[in-house]
């Protein structure tokens, strides 16, 4: 069983940044896809970024050229830094993982974390 605990969010001015961490306890760490997904209240939860390796990423739309995910094999984490925050980024962010390759839909991904909130203030 794999376990996913986040940390990082909080409360923050529009324009500002957050960097979210994700620490998986999990031996096989480098081979695993791990995204990134957040729900606003009232809407679906929706991908954001997913990564297997350094060179094999992929962003939504929305979050393209602001947010960057990476990942730290040595210590089983993967972070997403969040820049030019924008109110329509507030919502509870989830880390997620599956074994293989990226994916964009929360079906695909086998384990979840407890969530963080994010808030960007006009």
């Known amino acids: 069983q794999v376990q996913l605990v986040e940390s990082g969010g909080g409360l923050v001015q529009a324009g500002g940044s957050l960097r979210l961490s994700c620490t998986a306890s999990v031996g096989s760490f480098s081979n695993n896809a791990m995204g990134w997904f957040r729900q606003a209240p009232g809407k679906e939860r929706e991908f954001v970024a997913t990564?297997?390796?350094?060179?094999?990423?992929y962003y939504a739309d929305s979050v393209k050229d602001r947010f960057t995910i990476s990942k730290n094999n040595g210590k089983n984490t993967v972070y997403l830094q969040m820049n030019s925050l924008k109110p329509e980024d507030t919502a509870i962010y989830y880390c997620?993982?599956?074994?293989?390759?990226?994916?964009?839909?929360?079906?695909?991904?086998?384990?979840w974390g407890q969530g963080t909130q994010v808030t960007v203030s006009s």
């Open positions: 997620a993982a599956r074994s293989g390759f990226i994916a964009t839909m929360a079906g695909a991904y086998d384990y």
């Open positions: 990564i297997v390796r350094d060179e094999d990423t």
